[in-house]
């Protein structure tokens, strides 16, 4: 049973064109993250969420933004997707954000810009 | 910052050959080490983990052990299966990060031919 679902799976926008990348997970875990990995690069940690408590990475562009409306859910913003932008994104779940626990992560949404 | 620095691949192999990755890391103080795995078409999954010097991490076949003195996390499996094909992230999680933010290497492609 999936516990972290992205969606869509591949995402298709226009370049300049916002975009909004969706996540759910069941697992009621408090910590939601946001990756994006480029190809054959390391999956980069963009932003994540203590509960409602929202905390960017120092360098993470303005472009990028995020909403969490409770629990269960969470959302990527592209404001203006430029052609670098295009990527898999990784959404992930812990359940407290302690040093040594597991994040749970769903499958990516793969996202082209055109 | 915080770095992790792992083999690139792809390794090919053969199944029942022995596997070794190698991973090492730059942090500050003592961070927990991991291992995720990727099989194609899914998101990450913890694959081991050590949290303190010395320890080893076990799963599924797969081993590494926290070296402090050499800052290395390599990932061995003495008879990998076709099963194993994946691409591998070696990551670490510092202790001073708040709300558990992983590093991630670069990921190495395991392929295992019958």
């Known amino acids: 049973d999936a516990m972290v679902i992205q969606n869509p799976r591949y995402q298709v926008t226009q370049f300049g064109k916002p975009v909004t990348l969706s996540c759910s997970q069941t697992?009621?875990?408090?910590?939601m993250y946001w990756y994006q990995q480029k190809s054959s690069q390391a999956p980069k940690l963009l932003f994540h969420?203590?509960?409602?408590?929202?905390?960017n990475e120092a360098d993470t562009p303005d472009n990028f933004q995020s909403r969490r409306p409770n629990t269960s859910f969470c959302f990527l913003d592209i404001r203006s997707p430029g052609l670098g932008d295009a990527a898999m994104y990784l959404c992930?779940?812990?359940?407290?954000?302690?040093?040594?626990?597991?994040?749970?992560f769903g499958s990516g949404t793969q996202l082209s810009v055109l | 910052g915080d770095s992790v620095t792992q083999m690139e691949g792809p390794v090919t192999l053969s199944e029942e050959a022995f596997l070794t990755i190698n991973c090492t890391y730059t942090a500050t103080g003592y961070p927990s080490l991991f291992w995720y795995v990727q099989y194609p078409g899914e998101g990450l999954q913890l694959l081991l983990k050590?949290?303190?010097?010395?320890d080893k991490g076990s799963n599924k076949g797969f081993e590494a052990t926290y070296r402090k003195e050499t800052t290395s996390f390599h990932l061995e499996k003495g008879s990998v299966q076709v099963s194993d094909s994946a691409v591998y992230f070696c990551?670490?999680?510092?202790?001073?990060?708040?709300?558990?933010?992983?590093?991630f290497g670069g990921g190495t492609r395991v392929l295992v031919k019958p």
């Open positions: 969420y203590y509960d409602k408590d929202f905390n």
């Open positions: 050590a949290t303190k010097a010395d």
């Open positions: 990551a670490l999680s510092g202790p001073e990060a708040a709300g558990n933010k992983l590093t």
């Open positions: 697992l009621n875990h408090n910590v």
């Open positions: 992930a779940t812990s359940r407290e954000g302690r040093v040594n626990e597991k994040l749970f």
